[in-house]
């Protein structure tokens, strides 16, 4: 991924010598030392996503939320790792010591090489230079004190002997890491600006093209947008590939694909604004379109900033759009959708999970007093959540009462299991009985047995979706529009509410049942946009036959 710096190292070397290779390339490549007792390597790093230039003082918890960081880490701990072994172990013979001297001679100078190139991009990132020199000052001396801790020494029969323990080398190798880490994370604050900055581009030009009075400006303001486009996804699909966090893998890839569809949208649906600047449906289909994208990059703000959300984007109200009628940007600017659902992890599976493990628990709770609510309050949870299935208009009446019937037997299960956990408090047991595993096992598979239901309730209901007569709605309803049939395109519409209404509740039940948080994301994001651009699809055939009745 290319960041602001235009300096890139890699390590490397053999015979206990190391080599700092500069590069013209973009990309800002840390080489960390990958030592044994005759070289050392490299492991190139790559831009990854942290949040945007936060302080890393030497006493923060230092999260590392990205692969390529964790991974350039990994031949330094494993070689840290075998000096640290190598104190605890008895005295080798001279080859070894000398082999030692060398691992962390070399160790040193691939700290010296790596944090020039630190000092380099510190140089070039003024708002990062006071946090990024103090990293690698400490980086610097952390891998001179390495060195020094594998120095030898002749004893009185001139025999080699280390000159240092196990302890020595542990603190020096913890503040070696902490240092390096610091350095890692602060490099990667310039690429999440470049990130961050390649946004803002993109919704500059949004504005722009939002605020075109004729065709002529509205191509060239396209163009430009186009190719910012092109720069944020390369940038962001670097970054979706590189995060650790599956949700927020996810969530990028979300937004990425809103960005990427929704760029045609953007064309046609501005195309016929400008052509009948006079028809509401058509103004609305375009700020729709443009809501949608400013949501997705407020979207990537938040994935990347980890968390924290972006209020300066005009987002559009989910009542507004539902309705089909978003207004001006004014009135837009004013209905701002906060994330309250972007981490929302309140699913079924996720529901069932939890009491499980709680029951779990109670092998070595003896299910106490303190056990005793929270099984109870997470079984409440999951009753509560099932109500989507048993409400649902399209759940058969069988699976609506095997539900209901499950649920009451994990009750029963459950009041069972704290009735031994109150007589084994009652006669002051310490340890678990047979009569204890043996509900604790018919209690988890009680709730097992929900968690298949809800499973085959859901699956069903998305498989009823293919069984449908109406399965070309849309084309019927183009049709009827470009017939200039007002009657029949209003009549196709009702029948296809109804259908993406049945999408919206499939999609929420499978949601509650995915078991991953891509799943997850995936199923939210799908109810998002069907419930968004459904009533746009009517308006637009609406629009499309009124405008065709006038000519």
């Not at 610097?140 to 004190?145: F, I, P, Q, Y």
């Not at 961050?196 to 004729?214: I, Y």
């Not at 949208?265 to 379109?289: G, I």
């Not at 978003?326 to 599976?349: A, I, K, M, Y």
Request: include cysteine.
């Amino acid at each position: 991924m290319a960041t602001t710096s235009n300096n890139a190292a890699t390590v490397g070397g053999g015979g206990g010598g190391s080599s700092l290779i500069p590069s013209s390339s973009s990309n800002p490549s840390f080489g960390c030392c990958n030592v044994d007792s005759n070289n050392v390597g490299a492991s190139n790093y790559q831009g990854s996503m942290a949040s945007h230039h936060r302080s890393l003082s030497p006493s923060r918890n230092l999260d590392i939320k990205t692969r390529s960081i964790e991974q350039t880490l990994v031949p330094l701990v494993t070689q840290i790792t075998t000096l640290v072994n190598h104190k605890e172990k008895p005295v080798k013979s001279e080859k070894t010591l000398r082999a030692i001297v060398r691992v962390g001679q070399a160790v040193n100078l691939a700290v010296e090489r790596f944090v020039a190139v630190g000092e380099a991009i510190a140089d070039d990132n003024p708002e990062i230079k006071v946090e990024m020199y103090d990293a690698c000052k400490d980086a610097r001396a952390a891998g001179a004190a390495i060195e020094k801790l594998c120095e030898v020494h002749y004893d009185d029969h001139r025999l080699m002997r280390p000159c240092a323990d196990k302890n020595g080398m542990v603190r020096a190798a913890r503040a070696l890491l902490s240092s390096v880490t610091r350095v890692l994370l602060l490099a990667d604050t310039v690429v999440v600006k470049q990130l961050l900055a390649a946004k803002d581009k993109v919704a500059m030009t949004l504005n722009r093209l939002e605020n075109v009075a004729n065709f002529t400006e509205f191509v060239k303001a396209f163009g430009l947008f186009g190719s910012e486009m092109v720069e944020l996804a390369h940038l962001t699909g670097d970054r979706q590939n590189d995060l650790k966090d599956e949700r927020r893998r996810a969530q990028m890839s979300a937004a990425r694909q809103v960005l990427e569809r929704s760029t045609m949208l953007l064309l046609t649906s501005s195309k016929a604004c400008l052509r009948h600047p006079d028809c509401q449906s058509a103004r609305d289909n375009r700020d729709t379109v443009f809501c949608q994208m400013r949501r997705a990059m407020d979207l990537i703000h938040y994935v990347v900033k980890d968390g924290i959300f972006q209020t300066s984007s005009n987002v559009v109200d989910s009542d507004l759009v539902h309705n089909g009628h978003l207004g001006s940007v004014q009135q837009q600017q004013q209905h701002h959708r906060f994330p309250e659902d972007w981490d929302n992890n309140c699913t079924v599976h996720g529901s069932i999970k939890k009491f499980e493990n709680i029951v779990e628990m109670t092998r070595m709770t003896l299910v106490g007093p303190s056990y005793r609510g929270k099984l109870v309050g997470a079984l409440d949870t999951i009753v509560e959540r099932t109500q989507d299935f048993t409400d649902s208009a399209y759940t058969s009446h069988e699976h609506r009462e095997n539900i209901l019937l499950l649920c009451d037997r994990t009750k029963l299960e459950l009041n069972q299991l704290l009735r031994i956990g109150i007589s084994m408090d009652q006669k002051e047991s310490t340890s678990p009985n047979e009569e204890l595993e043996s509900s604790i096992v018919r209690t988890l598979r009680a709730s097992k047995d929900v968690k298949q239901q809800l499973q085959d309730t859901a699956l069903d209901q998305s498989s009823d979706l293919f069984k449908a007569e109406d399965m070309d709605l849309i084309g019927a309803i183009k049709n009827a529009a470009l017939a200039s049939d007002t009657a029949r395109v209003e009549e196709c519409a009702e029948r296809f509410q109804e259908q993406v209404e049945h999408i919206q509740e499939v999609c929420k039940l499978l949601r509650h049942v995915a078991s991953t948080d891509s799943l997850q994301v995936s199923a939210k994001h799908a109810e998002t946009n069907i419930r968004i651009y459904g009533p746009q699809v009517l308006s637009a055939e609406i629009g499309r036959a009124s405008c065709r009745e006038r000519v």
